[in-house]
């Protein structure tokens, strides 16, 4: 394959690439190794990438670290399935467990922008319950945050993204308007709207970080339906499109092809800064503070591979569970032919979904919920769907893929529970910098089996009320979750609300590894909001002087908690 | 509007044979309108005449068709089905038209200055068709602008100055003499010009789409219709026709 | 096999020159068409073994030639170890998969139809195939490689890759191909843009 990727990073020598401009650059403030910055950023995707923006623009110093490249989208996104595999983090990792999950280009980049420059751009926000899944639904743990305080931030993130959606969202208390209107929904997308009309249930078309009209430099999107490896057109509302130029332009530094290995910890007890690896060599950043946002993998590896003398079992890692309550969200789709043509491949591949199944707390024989969404894949991910979801080949697969521009799919974001035994831990193999690698346990409990098999009876239906034959089953799985998670609590979570670890005041977590329920919806939304809250919290702790001392108790967490509701 | 009914009834492909008949009906009353321009006796024409009722005709089937293509879509008459239905003013256009037309041939057949059309005085009734055709393309203009998320923010002036032409020649409709002429003028020639503003900022708007001018055959029909702003030229050049029989009236 | 083609007259590369392609895409592609890379991995014998598997696993119209290559980016991926991101635990890196699960289906043709896979006649090819898929196997070295795991997890998703990374996968089953600068408009049910395919059912 052609070595697009480029060897020598970008973000260096006072300037920073421009990626809404061909071949364009913005000057980039830069610092030394030597100086201690207020804030050291591993990870600049939907967590990393917008907490650099809101604390360079609340006048901190920050370097953000990623280990991917800087990619230009307008000039280096190529039409190309097998090409584009370069968005993907491919690095190898082990996975185990009841059901090993898949990895990669269904939940790991590698970029500057992670995994948002990959991502199918679903912008939903948590149902206010979720927050208190345990008190007010009886599973799963609740969150320290109130839905009042996160309505406030995903407004934000909506407006920052300029989310385009339905005029009237069908579900959950009134909100704001989307910032632009919905894309118009395809056939794809019409036949999952059939489908629910005959089933009496609620859809809209799908809410999206992809812009339907102009925005800046962003054109509005074309429809040309690779999102999944790379918007060539910049619509897509990346992190890389919104929240990087938002920090380059508040004083934020990047820092790509920069793999941080190990935090170190000072004799304070304090983090002292990063080890990373750039232009081949090992540097050590200085920093006051460290936020770990590498997403539920890459996150829990790095504190576990910390690890020092006060901290044997890895930073923050005191009660054992940095790397426990790992979540994926199950992905288990129906597909079926149509008469007519739909020709899935134009567009963003979910143009229209349903939150029924969200919403509704009867007529389920299992805690938590899911949406579905219909679909849209390129041929190389449809015909490996083919392979793995029916085992066809030969004349068989052939006679399936030439059903391609008749086919339609019904895919859900199903909730999965949290639980200890699922994990990240290190394994015994090492990667290219030595570092040892990690090791995802996973397996699906029985309640999430029970929801599993009701969304795919329900689409089933569905699919078949629409006018679709020959209907078959796929699995799969998605998104990153829960592996560090927050709480009230320092003896059952890593950090607390704020993303401030339990044990050592100056380490931060701000990625998908927060969460202690995962729910029925895409995590973006919610990721990049929790990263705006942390941002004015440690604003408004760094003016009270708080930032110098440790995480509050419980109880005076809970009273800061009330204070912001 | 012929070009405006081409270029989406091509967009959609033609589904229904009779998408091509409001592209027929356009083109004809343009070339009657052109004819009639031209045609130095001062008289009503009758295949003129039958043009342009076949014209009108044509628009309020077309109506008919639109609507249905709007509300037989999924969930009911929504905004999404509005937004990306057949759009309800557009056939409007062309009954305007047609009625226009039927118009002009009325006034030119006159032989004395009580000219009347439609049964009530010229004046009043074409200011009143005026006002009416502006307060669709309005609308129009609303929607679709709206669909935009007045992401630009001249995209407001077309649902700011054309309702106040409008009012002013709905209001000299109801007058019996005109008493604001010259401000109803003013505001008229500003639409007109504003027409022409239009299709210049909806051509920026093909332009900065995703590969310009080079992308057209995607562009000319995804960007803003670049056919559609003149409307309100056409509508405003109307309307101060209007004020001048309103006006000649005055001498009775 | 000769099929009827469901899009005649439609190639993907014909827009190779038009605004659904960018630089990028046609440098990708070209690259891919014109220039497919040597075997470096696999020794000769694997080789011809990797060969005819695909053959059958992508039955491609006789009346085309030459044949889209398959194995020359199987090949590439594995000499480049360029993974997908996870190793099952307890199964070897793909490289090794691969190695030992070419070996291995050999050894089962040799023991189930006293002759070298390659040799096999079409028919019995397909037999032994089908029992990887079912993991009813005997050859020993199935004992370090689960059968059932590699054809579904390894075998089969790799070769169906690199057979619809190619313009004339696109062309047989109406795919748009590169999109970029220019996308789509037409977006609803049985509607298609002028650069799309037609389909003659």
Redesign the interface.
Known sequence: ??E?VPPAPRGKDGRAPDVLRPGGWVPMRQYRDNDEVDFAIVGTGAGGGTLAARLAEAGFSVVAFDAGPWFRPL?????????Q?KL?????????GDN??????NN?GKAVGGSTVHFAMVALRFRPEWFKARTKLGYGADWPVSWQEMWRYYDEVEDAL?IAG???FPWGPPRRRY????H????AG?VL??GA?KLGIKWC?TPLATV????GLS????????CVIGC??N?KQSALVVWIPRALAAGAEIRDLAMVGRIELGPNGLVAGVHYHREGEWRFQRAKNVVVAGYAIETPRLLLNSACPQFPDGLANSNGLVGKYFMVQSNDAVWGTMD????W???PPSLALTEHWNYTDTGKDFFGGYAYMSQGP???EF??T???GR?L???A??DA??N??HMAGLKICGEVLPREHNRVELADATDEYGLRTA??VFGYCDNDNRLRRHAVLFMRDALAAAGARDIWESESTAHLNGSCRMGEDPATSVVNADGRSWDIPNLWVCDGSLFPTVGGVNPSLTIQALACRTADRIKAMAARGELDRPAASPARTAARAVEWS | MLTDSSIEHYRGRFFNRGMVLPIIASALTLGISLHGAHDPTPRAHKLRHAVAAAAAATGLIGGGFHAYNVTKREGRLSWHDLFYGAPLGAPFALILAGTMALAAEHVRDARDRRISLFGQPAGPMLAALTAGGLAGTIAEAALLHFRGAFQDKFMYLPVTIPPIAAGLIAKAALEQTPRWPRLTRFWLRLTAALGFAGAGFHAYGVSRNMGGWRNWSQNLLAGPPIPAPPSFTALALAGLAALDLLGSSRHD | MTERNRFPGYSTLAKHDTPSWNAQTRAVVDKRLNDPPPRRFFTEEEWSVLVAICARIILQPTQRDPNVPIAPFIDQKMAENRGDGFQQAGLPGMQQEWRRGLSAIDTEARLRFGAAFVDLPAGRQDDVLHMVQDGDVCAPAWADLPAQQFFKGRLLIDIVTMYYAHPQAWDEIGFGGPASPRGYVRMGFDRYDPWEAVEHA
């Not at chain 1, 910032?179 to 919905?182: A, K, T």
């Not at chain 1, 339907?212 to 925005?215: D, G, K, N, T």
């Open positions: 394959m052609p697009i000039e280096e996104f190529a039409s190309d399935e097998l090409e595999t993907y983090w491919t690095d190898n990792r082990i996975v185990a090993p999950i898949e990895l990669g280009h790991s300029k339905p005029v009237r910032p632009y209107r919905p118009e929904v395809n056939a019409l709207a059939h009309e078309p339907s009209a102009p925005r054109p509005p999107c074309v429809y040309r339906g690779f060539s057109t619509a007519e043509e739909i020709r491949y134009k567009g390129l041929p190389i015909a490996r083919l392979a793995s085992g080949w030969g004349q697969l052939r893929m030439s391609y521009i090791r995802v």
